[in-house]
């Protein structure tokens, strides 16, 4: 049996990726190798930005510090003053590692918040404390706005977001169609249950009438007519006819609603 290969080591480029992905969407704006400022004001660089665009979540602005190996976080602890020229802006700061083993117990900034591969993704081992930061300065809002024009243009970034919100929207559609079917298989088997009980209670059998309904009619007819067990007996039919409609009803929605070739896809 042959040994299970070790995933291949995360690069700062893979860091990144996955920060901008957790930080996707309308609540936030994503910038990764970002100036502290234009031209030669400033020289640092922080490795990625998220601004949160929402105010009832503080507006606050995020740093990270992304490190694929150790020796590349011992250069860091080496140079603390590094950080601080753009993390004195942000609210909260972070380091962004390819391993927890990079960085090793009593390393981490006190100020500083660590997130750790997690399967696809990142998980936080110790949360980013809230800083006091200081109002963005304009050398630092030129930076900013310099970067989203540069990229928010970018037409293979707007096609990213389209695929992405494409994909999103067909797999909540297939997955409300399941649903849907799922519903319609419960509701069609408790109107089984209920003709069932019908039938051995009033020993008609209403699949071999299926194609008489004027002789269903009639009887309906005789058992109104038959005094309170005979309203009591057309009550139930009645009953069992609307819940036949409802599920019938929910089945031809499912059905509508199920796209085209979702079969083939989920069998694949």
Sequence with gaps: MSAK??????????????????????????????????GWTRESRADALAFNLWPSRGLELHGFEVKAS???????????????????????????VASG?????????????????????????????????KPLDRAFIA?????ETKEGASEERVRAAVDEAWK??????????????????????ILRKQVRLFEEASGVKIDSWSNH???IGEAVRVVLGAGGAGQRIAGQLEHLAAEARKVAESAEKAAAQWPKGAEAEGAA
Excluded at 73 to 85: I, S, V, Y
Excluded at 106 to 124: F, K, Q, S
Excluded at 170 to 187: G, I, P, T
């Design 143 to 147: 930076a900013l706005m310099r970067r």
């Design 213 to 215: 309904p004027q002789q």
């Design 70 to 96: 150790r020796p590349d976080w011992k250069r860091e602890l080496a140079n603390p003053a590094k950080a601080e020229e753009i993390g004195q802006f942000c609210d909260r700061w972070w380091a962004v």
């Design 101 to 133: 083993e990079i960085v090793l117990p009593g390393e981490l900034p006190p100020t500083w918040g660590l997130m750790v591969p997690h399967g696809d993704g990142l998980r936080v081992t110790v949360e980013a404390p809230k800083l006091p930061a």
């Design 168 to 189: 999103r929207w067909k797999s909540d559609e297939r997955k409300q169609a399941r649903r849907e079917a799922s519903n319609a298989e419960v509701q069609l088997e």
């Design 5 to 38: 290969k070790a995933r291949p080591q995360l690069t700062s480029a893979d860091l990144v990726e996955r920060l901008r992905q957790r930080y996707l969407g309308a609540e936030w704006a994503f910038f990764a190798e970002l100036r502290g400022g234009t």
